[in-house]
């Protein structure tokens, strides 16, 4: 499974910004797929992950009070890719981000591929 995200940039405060995850090798269908992100000095965190299972959206607990409506996450298998939107992005969402996936099509599964990431600069 080779993972690539893109759609990064640098962009403003209160901007809108749509990530994609592009599956090659596989179909999305059988995959769940999470978007993670690495801001500088921190810690890796997930955000948001999309089952192949049941079509079912999770969002990392410690992201919802964060957040609160700005990320959401969404797949379109035809065209083999998941997407992170974005919405009124603020300075602190700067960070590299990441889609994985597991060997399945479950959230509760381990990552086990990961693609490169994309980096998101907001300026204030």
């Known amino acids: 499974v080779q993972l690539q995200a893109s759609g990064g940039g640098l962009v403003q405060t209160g901007s809108i910004l749509r990530l994609s995850c592009v599956a090659s090798?596989?179909?999305?269908?059988?995959?769940?797929i999470g978007w993670f992100r690495q801001a500088p000095g921190k810690e890796r965190e997930g955000i948001a992950c999309?089952?192949?299972?049941?079509?079912?959206?999770?969002?990392?607990?410690s992201f919802e009070d964060r957040l609160k409506g700005r990320f959401t996450i969404s797949r379109d298998n035809a065209k083999n890719t998941v997407y992170l939107n974005m919405m009124w992005l603020k300075p602190e969402d700067t960070a590299v981000y990441f889609c994985?996936?597991?060997?399945?099509?479950?959230?509760?599964?381990?990552?086990?591929?990961w693609g490169k990431g994309t980096l998101v600069t907001v300026s204030s």
């Open positions: 090798g596989v179909t999305l269908d059988n995959y769940a």
């Open positions: 994985a996936a597991p060997q399945g099509g479950s959230c509760e599964l381990q990552m086990t591929y």
């Open positions: 999309s089952s192949s299972r049941d079509g079912s959206t999770y969002y990392a607990k």
